[in-house]
């Protein structure tokens, strides 16, 4: 709800929950005991609200008042105000029309979305070389094989990155297990074992060769490979009692969610590695000691017995309507820059082809593995945000088959930072941001020493007779 003295403009979306009631002006306004012109005015965002009115629409037509005094939808208001930058699109938008239109159709806004995304995909593959397959980057936006892991990551990001349901069952069953009065590894291997009647077996790498984790349904064992560490352990069983305890559950939501048939299996997987996360790290008591730490990653995985991974990723999840965390993204790459995982609770949006930005220094870690980098970023919308990046292990290697290292990214908005004990002693105010962009193929950025391609939504140019600091030229705005 609005802070005091502040004004509450909410015409359109007055106006689209008059609608869904099917109500007329004059209709609403006799049920709230005002005239239609005040309504009117309203709507037309002439008239702030009154928190008596907000409240008496809230008793009147029984809904949280948040539902209609909540800010614009930040996150798709910025996806659409990067589409539009387009030039397909022609003249540019205004921010305050962009919001506009958000408030009011935000179905619009996601449909409008989609289109565009289309129009993308058809711009990558014009081109393309005749071979697609030469170039991976193409390959992540063309083939088949990955629309159900794309389908999948969209599912969440219009989540949120928070699964109420599932989240809310395993607090449940966390408090019943009370998992934090005892070590974690026995809790869980008890519920296993006393109310579904497995075990888990810990086998040495000859017999799991190429795998971390195999279950045995019939003898109702799940062996685990050795090369596992203890974080790793507990979250193989936390999902196999999710799956036992609750797929029903599992089953529900992804049902209701309508995934394609070839989306289901890892649909259920993610749904199960939700429950897992949510199982060892509770949401309440998670959520109040990652504000009390200040979001010190390392040592919430201390107190919760998990990886840095399985808690920067969980912080992206903290969304429940009425406790909120900050809202974090999350981003894993491998030196290669291939982006193998990436949540976003904010509306930092991450393209599906062409990697990331190289001057985000999630990339930088690798010359400096285990140590946290920060770098406050400021994207080509005019957006800023505080950036935290670690290279982590994801399990353990040996001498021959040395561990596979990767790049953890989290960031948030920068009005989150001083929530955060990483900008502690970094004086925001006077951080000049890093210039990145999303990635090559769509950062117009000019003079950039790092771009790899120019931007498909410029024309092409080269001179034979200057060399910028960059090797591709591209036309303005302007001049397409």
Known sequence: MAERGEKLIIGARLRRLR???????????????????????IEANQRPVSARLLVRLAEVYDFSPGEIA?????????????????????ESVARSEVEEVVNASPALARGLLRLHEKYRAMAMAAISDENPYADRDKVELLEQTARPVEEVRAYFHACQNHI?????????????????????????????????????????QELMPGLLRLIDPHRRHLNLSERLDQPGRR?????????????DLIEAETEAA????????????????????????????FLKAAERERYDIELLCQRFGTSYEQVAHRLTTLQRPDARGVPFFFVRLD????VSKRFSAGRFHFSKFGGSCPLWNIHACFETPDKVQTQVIGMPDGTTYFSIARTVTRQLGTYESPAARFAIGLGCDIAYAPRLIY??????????????????????????????????????????????????????????
């Open 335 to 338: 030196r290669a820059g291939n």
């Open 19 to 41: 609608r869904t009631l099917g109500l007329t002006q004059a209709k609403m306004a006799q049920d709230l005991g005002v005239s239609p012109s005040y309504i009117t005015l």
């Open 258 to 285: 309508g995934f394609s048939p070839e989306a289901l299996p890892l649909a259920r997987t993610s749904f199960a590695n939700y429950f897992a996360a949510a199982l060892l790290m509770p949401y309440s008591r």
């Open 235 to 247: 979250f193989q069983i936390a999902v196999q009692l999710a799956r036992l305890d609750h797929g």
């Open 423 to 480: 900008a502690k002693h970094m004086g925001l105010d006077a951080v000049e941001p890093e210039p990145i962009g999303v990635n090559c193929y769509l950062c117009e950025r000019p003079d950039c020493a790092s771009r790899a391609y120019p931007p498909i939504n410029r024309a092409f140019s080269f001179s034979e007779r200057a060399r910028g600091v960059s090797a591709f030229s591209f036309a303005g705005p302007d001049e397409d």
């Open 164 to 204: 109420d349901r599932i989240d809310r069952a395993a607090e449940a069953l966390a408090d019943e297990l009370e998992i934090w009065r005892s070590e974690p590894h026995i809790v869980l291997n008890d519920r296993l074992r006393e109310r579904h009647g497995w075990r888990v077996r810990i086998l040495p």
């Open 70 to 90: 909540g800010g614009t939808d930040l996150q798709l208001q910025g996806e659409l105000e990067s589409a539009l930058k387009d030039p397909l699109f022609g």
